[in-house]
Structure formats: structure tokens, C-alpha cells
């Protein structure tokens, strides 16, 4: 049940909780997303731009809409969630979120702008 008085960050976070089979299900998708951040460290500069590009290109054209808004909050508010930031701005992992910006009030705004431009 949501709290009149609290913030959208405090809910979020209170939805975020350690015990939460969705934390199960972030866990997992960060687990991804970093192991293609350490493998990319192992490719030749020049390319590894490209091969970050296209592996995060594939794991986000495997979550619904709804998967990568939730995905967004969790980066955009949760600690953990917000480890992932600088590894995803450069990117653009929720550059398809820019046209769903009416969802999103205006420091969300902020935030998704800031880690889609880096």
C-alpha cells in the first residue's frame, strides 16, 4: 500500500526491497549487463564501444516496456540499481524511454536525460 506522505524514491526503494522477487529479477538482468561491461574490457579499445552496443542492444529489445521503466527506477533510485549508471550512459540503454516521457515527471526527466547523454 503506498504512503500518502512518503516520496516516489522512498516507495520505490520500500518496492526495491532485498526480499522482492522483482530484486531477484534486477539482480539478474545487472548481472548481464555487468558481464558484458567485464567482457568488453577484454576486447581491443576500438571495438569495444561496438560490442557493448550490441550486446546491451539485444538484452533490451528483450524487455517489454514496463520491464525497462521499472528497470529505469530501479538505476534511477534504488543504491544498488544506481551502481549501473556509468555503465550504461554511454550507451543509451533507455534512449527508447525519450518517447515515453509523459510517464515521467520532471526530475525523472532529468535523470533519464542525464543517463542517456552521458
Known amino acids: 500500500m503506498l504512503n500518502e506522505n512518503s516520496t516516489p524514491k522512498e516507495e520505490l526503494n520500500r518496492f526495491f526491497n532485498d526480499d522482492s ?3 531477484d529479477y534486477f ?7 555487468i558481464y ?5 574490457d ?4 576500438k571495438q569495444k564501444t561496438q560490442f557493448k552496443n ?3 542492444e539485444i538484452t ?6 514496463v520491464e525497462l521503466i521499472l528497470f529505469f527506477y530501479y538505476v534511477a533510485y534504488n543504491e ?3 551502481l549501473l549508471k556509468d555503465q550504461i550512459k554511454d550507451v543509451n540503454f533507455f534512449d527508447g524511454l525519450n518517447k515515453k516521457s509523459s510517464l515521467f515527471n520532471l526530475d525523472e526527466k532529468k535523470i533519464l536525460e542525464e543517463i542517456n547523454n552521458g
Open 60 to 65: 533490451k529489445n528483450n524487455l517489454m516496456l
Open 21 to 23: 522477487e522483482l530484486m
Open 27 to 33: 539482480r539478474n538482468l545487472s548481472g548481464i549487463l
Open 80 to 82: 544498488k540499481g544506481k
Open 54 to 56: 550490441k550486446y546491451f
Open 42 to 45: 577484454n576486447i581491443d579499445i
Open 36 to 40: 558484458i561491461v567485464n567482457e568488453s
